[in-house]
């Protein structure tokens, strides 16, 4: 005789809590391996989760609609007797719940789709809204392809399955599917396809699944988007936007955990966006799709399900190669791009208690890079730190830091230090990613080294 | 072909097409072949740099297939380009500027040989990397869907490209989302300095297609009214069902594959044979049957030469781009 528990599932590698949205089952039903008992509400989607083991339902510990339950949290238990299964009994052994399909990416295999509560059609220029990162990303694609018929979007599951990760949703259902395409999985091939209808004077939206996948694609971004403007002296502009999620997600390994920065970067001929909260994801990818150039614009998948002030107006945007100081300062300027910004700012925040006064720069764009707004912090700072979450090596902080001893060297109290990526591929075991990610910590302990 | 099979072609094809059309392919491929036989002589003398990939031999191709084109059609290809831009209608000094790398060229002299481009006439490069063209030439016909333009992009490559998995990646979008590009594979049956019977498992390129649902044909490249023909039914077919179509032209380089090819991969009695029944042989005698005199075709060559020499002149005599132009291009402000 012995209860068992169901545990709050993960389903997916950034999951960290979820919202019980609705039980299958009632105390006293028989359940056996495969049934349905209950739909979670992730960040992503609602996905239906089944019993591993036979028994019947003896409690409910979560009521249907409780929100933020962190993963392995009991939500309800069961028993092997009938009868039991009306009593409350804390003896227990753990039982995970399987979900449908174990795919690392994504798998979704029941989805129903919660669009936001916003009103995708109301805008109101002043007003500002919390939403997600996601949410801003896909109001920026869905208010451009409202203006602009020739913008569409393609990718790998972008239209029926609604993104991978979620951007697309309503997408298809909105604007059919001449213009939000579905893929094969073949990036080369449909990437090449994209440049050659941007030649063609239409304006696509490449989503890559992840930006390790534009490796298959490379050539046609380079060489072909961002050099044959340049071949023709000007004939062949390049209308384009190259998005998707960019760096580490979390404990997919070092295939599927890689910074592009520093190699798209490096292409005269692209532009380089990487957004950090909602306002930049949204202001930053309209300017994208409304740019006459190719843009590649690095997302990042642990950002997408957090929460910013955006505004709601389909008229807001924001310039390409602009930064945006986060937080100001006097003592040391921290200047970062994407996921590291909210790194950096809760760096600043330690720092603070330490009597060091930093300033915070958040990137947004990596080329063309504002070095005018790092250079004028930094004759303010008269210290620099970069952060970044890819290789230090040949990195873009690499690059900062030889721009800043080339450009203000003189305002310089200190050697300008680098926070990055360790050099060497993504470990998969929980520990060793971590220690081969850079953590708030190690922009703290640089700062004080230079303070020291 | 041999001379009994050649006067086989007098005949049949005598009493199908009317004097006008034969002396217009005749002009055009004309044009190109003096057209490179001079860039040919301009690299010999250093005005010319880098890569330099003549089209002589396969004149036939691409001529016969613009002859089937409508106006709005559009155009791409590999970097053994030039000839393609002839046909297209743009003009011989540009392109010839273009190779001497001066402000004159299409691409202002920062594209050269293998990268040049005319929106207006529907020719969209001139690209360096082996098959990169493939995928763009869907990604224009797609455009021209999108926009319900009727229009189709024919899409150029070689029998050294028909390798590269990208095309594969394209025939499979392109009759996945039934896309009216016409694929035209030039065999010239070497890529670079590899036969074709040491780079490929099938000598047989058309058919790569079938196993997406993509039809094909397969025709002589030697002659200019049969790639004419075929190009007709294929062009037609794109344009009317919105479908890929797969087109082999069977053709031969007669020169290296570029300027600084020994061509010690093919003897010299190989190249000497193919010469001899070459492209414009064959229309020219065909000309001459249909009643049209030697020296007047004498005099359409020296017009010809005339206007390939004034573009050599021109691109010689042009400004190089000044030097404000190397920075210039890179992003669209």
């Known amino acids: 005789m012995k209860n068992n528990e169901i545990l709050m599932p993960a389903l997916s590698p950034t999951m960290e809590e979820g919202t019980l949205a609705k039980w299958l089952v009632k105390v006293g039903d028989k359940i056996s391996s495969g049934d349905l008992i209950a739909e979670i509400e992730t960040d992503k989607a609602t996905m239906e989760i089944e019993a591993i083991e036979e028994g019947f ?54 989805s129903v789709i919660k669009t936001s509560d916003k009103d995708l059609t109301s805008s109101n220029n002043d007003a500002a809204k919390k939403i997600t990162v996601r949410e801003a990303l896909r109001d920026a694609i869905l208010e451009e392809m409202e203006a602009d018929n020739d913008v569409f979007i393609m990718g790998e599951e972008v239209a029926e399955y609604e993104g991978a990760y979620k951007v697309t949703q309503g997408l298809l ?21 994209g440049v050659g209808a941007a030649f063609g004077n239409l304006k696509p939206i490449v989503e890559f699944m992840t930006f390790n996948f534009s490796m298959q694609a490379i050539d046609q971004i380079i060489n072909s988007a961002a050099k044959t403007l340049y071949m023709s002296g ?26 592009f920065a520093s190699w798209y970067s490096h292409v005269p001929g692209l532009k380089v966006v990487s957004p950090w909260s909602s306002e930049d994801a949204k202001g930053l990818l309209k300017s994208a799709i409304r740019d006459p150039n190719p843009i590649v614009f690095l997302e990042n998948e642990v950002m997408y399900g957090q929460s910013f002030e955006c505004p709601t107006s389909d008229e807001f945007t924001l310039p390409i190669g602009k930064a945006k100081v986060e937080k100001n300062g006097s003592d040391i300027t921290i200047v970062a791009f994407s996921i590291m910004v909210g790194k950096a700012l809760e760096a ?52 900062i830091s030889s721009l800043i001893q080339e450009n203000a060297f003189d305002w310089l109290d ?38 020291s | ?37 001079k860039a040919g002589q301009l690299y010999g003398m250093g005005k010319i740099g880098g890569f330099c990939h003549l089209y002589i031999g396969q004149e036939a191709v691409v001529v016969g297939i613009n002859s089937a084109l409508e106006d709005n059609d559009t155009m791409v290809t590999s970097y053994r380009d030039h000839g393609h831009m002839l046909v297209c209608g743009m ?10 790398g001066r402000i004159t060229g299409y691409s202002k002299g920062k594209g050269g040989s293998m990268h040049m481009f005319s929106r207006e006439k529907g020719f969209f490069g001139g690209h360096g990397i082996v098959g990169a063209q493939v995928p763009i030439g869907a990604g224009l016909a797609f455009s021209h869907k999108y926009k319900n333009e009727k229009s189709i992009c024919v899409t150029f490559f070689g029998d050294g490209a028909a390798n590269q998995g990208q095309v594969y990646e394209t025939f499979n979008i392109a009759a996945l989302w039934s896309l009216p590009v016409l694929f035209v594979i030039e065999n010239n049956l070497y890529g670079m300095g590899t036969s074709v019977e040491r780079s490929s498992s099938t000598d047989n390129f058309a058919i790569r297609g079938e196993a997406f649902g993509v039809e094909n044909k397969t025709v002589n490249g030697m002659d200019v009214l049969d790639v004419r023909e075929a190009a007709l039914e294929a062009v037609n077919y794109c344009r009317s069902n919105q479908k890929p179509f797969i087109l082999e032209v069977k053709t031969y380089r007669f020169r290296g594959h570029s300027m600084s090819d020994p061509g010690k991969y093919r003897t010299r ?38 206007k390939v020499n004034e573009a050599a002149d021109f691109a010689i005599e042009s400004e190089l781009p000044d030097e404000t132009e190397l920075l210039k291009d890179i992003i669209i402000e």
């Open chain 1, 234 to 259: 000007g004939q062949m502009g390049c209308p384009i936007v190259f998005r998707g999620p960019n760096g580490a997600a979390s404990r997919v390994a070092a295939q599927h955990s890689q910074c």
């Open chain 1, 57 to 110: 339902i003896s409690k409910l510990i979560v009521e249907e609609g409780t929100q933020g339950i962190k993963i392995n949290t009991p939500i309800a238990e069961f028993s092997d007797n009938e009868k039991l299964s009306e009593i409350n009994d804390d003896e227990s052994n753990k039982n995970v719940i399987n979900i449908s399909n174990k795919e690392v990416i994504e798998e979704v295999k029941s």
């Open chain 1, 173 to 193: 259902e909105k604007f059919g599917d001449k213009r939000v395409i579905d893929t094969p999985i073949t990036e080369h091939g449909f990437t090449g396809i």
């Open chain 2, 1 to 37: 072909m041999n001379e009994k099979q050649s006067d086989k072609l007098v005949s049949k094809k005598k009493s199908n097409y009317d004097l006008d059309l034969l002396l217009k392919l005749n002009e055009q491929m004309l044009l190109i072949r003096r057209f490179e036989e």
């Open chain 2, 269 to 306: 009695d190989e190249v000497a044979e193919m010469r001899k029944n070459g492209p414009l042989k064959a229309l020219q005698k065909l000309i001459l049957a249909s009643g049209f005199n030697e020296s007047d075709l004498k005099e359409i060559d020296n017009k010809i030469k005339l």
């Open chain 1, 348 to 399: 600043s925040n330690e720092l603070e208690k330490n009597g060091i006064n930093a300033e915070v720069i958040n990137l947004r764009t990596l080329r063309p890079l504002d070095l005018e707004t790092i250079i004028n912090s930094v004759k303010k700072t008269n210290r620099l730190i970069t952060c970044e979450e890819g290789f230090g090596y040949s990195g873009i902080g690499a690059e």
């Open chain 1, 414 to 451: 200190a050697p300008v230090l680098r926070v990055h990526g360790k050099d060497v591929p993504m470990p998969y075991a929980e520990n060793l990613e971590k220690l081969a990610l850079p953590q708030t910590s190690d922009i703290i302990n640089k700062a004080k080294q230079i303070f």
């Open chain 2, 91 to 100: 003009d011989p000094k540009g392109v010839m500027a273009e190779l001497t």
